[in-house]
T-cell receptor, first 110, second 112 residues
Framework: GENVEQHPSTLSVQEGDSAVIKCTYS??????FPWYKQELGKGPQLIID?????GEKKDQRIAVTLNKTAKHFSLHITETQPEDSAVYFC?????????FGAGTRLTVKP | EAQVTQNPRYLITVTGKKLTVTCSQN?????MSWYRQDPGLGLRQIYY???????DKGDVPEGYKVSRKEKRNFPLILESPSPNQTSLYFC???????????FGSGTRLTVV
């Protein structure tokens, strides 16, 4: 089955800097790649997603890139703010099967 | 407001005492799923349901049961809970499996 690896497990940046979280997947048939943000005491919330027919997608300060050949995708957050501090999960999906990475705890220091 | 509602938010129980965690969604989603979240392991799927009366096992189904008698409800049943089922549980729903999920707020279960 699909295996998703996510790095780093923790990331600390200064407010205003950029943050990048990377994920790799094993199943080349995976075709949907969402990213979730989980704040303390809450459930994960979908923040951006990308499908396999697209290489990049941007929504304000966040962007996701996908390299199908290398089977990796990344989340980029620019101009980070303290409210970006959370745990971020990547996922890879094929049909009914969605697998999550282990998560990245992002801390944005003011 | 579109949402997935789980109850209870917190539950402490004893080994072997049957319990049910309820999950309800108001978005008319066909797909629903249960996950458990453990430190360092991310989210692991327990069971999922493609529609009413259609359920299937995820990666970690042992010790759990589910049912989908109505489209909006997808309860998680632990017939005989054990301490290794202590975890944070999330219910999620989606129009179908190829779209992002809406997650509930979670149920923190402790089995002593």
């Amino acid at each position: 089955g699909e295996n998703v690896e996510q790095h780093p497990s923790t990331l600390s940046v200064q407010e205003g800097d950029s943050a990048v979280i990377k994920c790799t997947y094993s199943d080349s048939a995976s075709n949907y790649f969402p990213w979730y943000k989980q704040e303390l005491g809450k459930g994960p919330q979908l923040i951006i997603d990308i499908r396999s027919n697209v290489g990049e997608k941007k929504d304000q300060r966040i962007a996701v890139t996908l390299n199908k050949t290398a089977k990796h995708f990344s989340l980029h957050i620019t101009e980070t703010q303290p409210e970006d501090s959370a745990v971020y999960f990547c996922a890879a999906s094929k049909g009914n099967d969605m697998r999550f990475g282990a998560g990245t705890r992002l801390t944005v220091k003011p | 407001e579109a949402q997935v509602t789980q109850n209870p938010r917190y539950l402490i129980t004893v080994t072997g005492k049957k319990l049910t965690v309820t999950c309800s969604q108001n978005m008319n989603h066909e797909y629903m799923s249960w996950y458990r979240q453990d430190p360092g392991l991310g989210l692991r799927q327990i069971y999922y349901s493609m529609n009413v009366e259609v359920t299937d096992k995820g990666d970690v189904p042992e010790g759990y049961k589910v049912s989908r008698k109505e489209k909006r409800n997808f309860p998680l049943i632990l017939e005989s809970p054990s301490p290794n089922q202590t975890s944070l549980y999330f219910c999620a729903s989606s129009p179908n499996a190829r779209y992002g999920y809406t997650f509930g707020s979670g149920t923190r279960l402790t089995v002593v």
